[in-house]
DNA sequence: GTGAAAGCGCTAACAC
DNA sequence: GTGTTAGCGCTTTCAC
């Protein structure tokens, strides 16, 4: 005999009482006596009977799903490591509020039509972006009788009429530049991973700006470099400032690739990091860790980033408030390039943008500590073999 | 006035028809004459109509959607960028069938846990387990009454009862092999990233010797180092190896990370790469192009895995038919280090592990020829600045 | 505290 | 070709 998957009128039936009450138990919901829920519940238990998501989905009008709609400008491959950490994210939060999380990749101009169509009826209650284009951000900033309500993931003027959340480079220049100060640097230069007039490089230098003007210690004009967003520029900019008359003490980089070059362009210079001029870049990019020396840089949490908009979004779908936009602080992960000593080996960020291994077959204590020898790291032996065990557990590919 | 969305009945309605034959139209089933499938159509699209995915779910028995289930070792972080291009994948081919994709992370064991309570009640037609334990394989083999068809993804024996799909580490190390005697080395060498019985290692190191051995040109038992996994292990192998009274004229590490370590040790001996040896890697991490030279290497696809994985599944759950495995070929990613000639810059797979940048500024032409003066590049200095531009492009933390 | 009735919007099965 | 009937399994509303 085939045994069908108990309904909801099963256990009614078995409990001898009606779906309803039934309903109330399973849904939390009205009062009903303490003996009848027992009742009930071992009843289910018994029948091992499972709500139907999709049925309550049409009866209650709320399908408990959440789409996450994924962006990929032209050209360009949606494989960014991040967007894991705030997948991750996101999906954290939607199980912990028992909502499904329906993924989907879509071009940038199609996201809006996807609201209307994909994710129209009753698919999803609503529906998160990442990093949605600007014009998409008017787009749902209406929220008329019928629209899914929408968080947006990205970069957004505070104006905004639409909810968004965004990592907060401000505060991650104001955090690199306290630490800097602590530092006794007085002397900076920046080097940018971009020209002038990109959002991320332009707050992140402001913020920088902002903080030593503060302790009165203004940053000339001259000490920010802009690039036309190519490595073999930054390099030569680098080399520049390195070269001058009067090389300052520590030389902020706008990213972690530009970073890299920069430390380069010191050793070019017969100059060793830290000791006469520190480094530091922005992002955490994997590799951070392992170069030499290992680079202080600061990181944003892609998992906050996908929890908070799946939090803001939740909310409003069951509160029916405005969900309210925010920006994510930045969070400062000391290595040895900008001058402190070395760190005892960290844990890995649980929520930051890491990789491991498919295999399983990560060990836990097998970290030791960054190598420290100063010596010149030769071509093509990066990172120093004694910097780190472990290869399976960043290993990529091992399915 | 509050408009509804319109439903199948308006349309039925509006057309004279009953629902049944506006449900026939939308869905393009059973015969209609095209006159009233015309205008059928027309009132569709004046009205606005989109039809309720639950409703048609509950009705139709089927949800046409799919869980994609991520799975997390104990205190392992699901950030692997290789799980993207999988998701991507997978996410590419439910699209294009129409199906949803329900993203859910979940510790291996409670895996079958999930596909009877989680997604058991008509959430999803089917599920994807990525990285499963072996034993779920055991679980998910038998294919009851109210069984969701599952596919898993990941390494499993070839006789088990769940159909899944795998890289396929074998062709992978025979492509190097092919390489590898293109060139016409005869005497190679193999630092293991692992010791001896784990899958991903054996695989390729047998692929390896199978492949030499056929042309006659056996690899000696101590031409193959295995490992304790970490990467001084691996540092020290590979110096026994290439200061052996007789080095090898290429050494083949079973991941890159590994070869990294292996690049540094030849150097250490004041040899050159790949003039005095050659070197070759597995997994394509994105920093194999930076290396110095750059790292030949075998790359599997993320994105083909999740595309086949939804493929079987799909045509599973629509024909009935079981699924059957697969193991997916791998590609070989030529550089400089086996010996090869500068290739001309490659565009970005647009399908394997790419990092990009959330900025949205990435430029097109902005990719310059690899370095290749041949210095030793200098410490943190890696990669050399002439190495790449674009520095935005594969910057993350940028949203 | 519990129950009865009336759908949610669609499709399957069969009739004509 | 097209219409009719009968649900899918649940929640909502209102009655008692």
New interface residues.
């Given amino acids: 005999m ?4 108990a309904t909801i009128a099963d256990v009614a039936r078995t409990a001898g009482v009606s779906r309803q009450t039934v309903s109330r138990v399973v849904n939390n919901k009205g009062e009903i006596s303490a003996q009848t829920r027992q009742r009930i519940r071992a009843i289910i238990e018994e029948l091992g009977y ?6 309550s ?2 009866a209650g009008g709320r ?1 408990r ?1 959440i789409g ?1 709609v994924i962006t990929n ?1 032209a ?11 705030v ?2 994210g996101a ?2 939060e939607a ?1 912990k509020r028992e909502y ?6 879509a071009p940038a101009d199609e996201v809006i039509r996807l609201r ?2 994909v994710f ?4 999803v209650d609503g529906i998160v972006v990442l ?1 949605a284009h600007r014009d998409c951000a008017a787009a749902f900033g209406g929220r008329g ?2 629209q899914l309500p929408v968080v947006l ?3 957004f003027p505070p104006d905004c009429q639409c909810p968004f959340v ?2 907060d480079n401000t505060s991650g220049g104001h955090l690199l530049a306290e630490h800097l100060l602590e530092h006794g640097y007085r002397r900076i230069a920046v080097v940018c ?2 020209p002038a007039g ?3 490089a332009d707050r992140r230098v402001q913020a920088l700006l902002d903080a030593f003007r503060l302790r009165d210690l203004p940053v000339a004009r001259e000490a920010i470099l802009w690039t036309d ?7 030569r900019k680098a080399l520049t400032v390195v070269r001058g008359c009067r090389p300052p003490q520590a030389i902020v980089a706008t ?4 970073a ?2 920069v ?6 210079t017969g100059l060793r ?1 830290p000791e006469d001029v520190a ?1 530091v870049g ?6 951070a860790a392992y ?3 290992p ?1 202080t840089t600061v ?2 949490s ?1 998992f906050d ?1 996908g929890r908070s908009a799946l939090e803001r979004l939740i909310c409003r779908i069951e509160t029916g408030a405005p969900a309210g936009s925010a920006h994510l602080p930045a969070r400062l992960v000391i290595r040895r ?1 900008c001058g402190c000593p070395l760190q005892p080996p960290l844990e ?1 960020d ?15 204590a ?1 970290l ?1 500590p960054l190598a420290s020898d100063g ?18 557990q ?6």
């Fill in positions: 085939v045994r069908r998957q499972r709500p139907h998501v999709i049925a989905s049409l399908s799903h996450l400008p050209e360009e491959v949606p494989t960014n490591p991040f967007f894991l950490s997948i991750y999906s954290t199980e499904g999380l329906v993924i989907r990749y209307e169509n129209g009826r009753g698919q990093r009788p019928d993931v990205g970069d965004d990592i991973h971009s990109h959002a991320s967003s190519t490595l073999p520029d930054a390099y990213n972690d690739w530009t890299m070059v430390l380069r362009a010191i050793h070019d990091v480094v922005f992002d955490d990019l994997p590799l170069l030499e020396p680079l990181v944003f892609g980033l390039s890995p649980p929520f930051g943008p890491v990789e491991l291994s498919l295999s399983g077959e990560r060990r836990g097998e030791l010596l010149p790291v030769a071509p093509g032996s990066w990172p120093a073999p004694e910097a780190r065990s472990s290869p399976g960043r290993s990529i590919g091992n399915v």
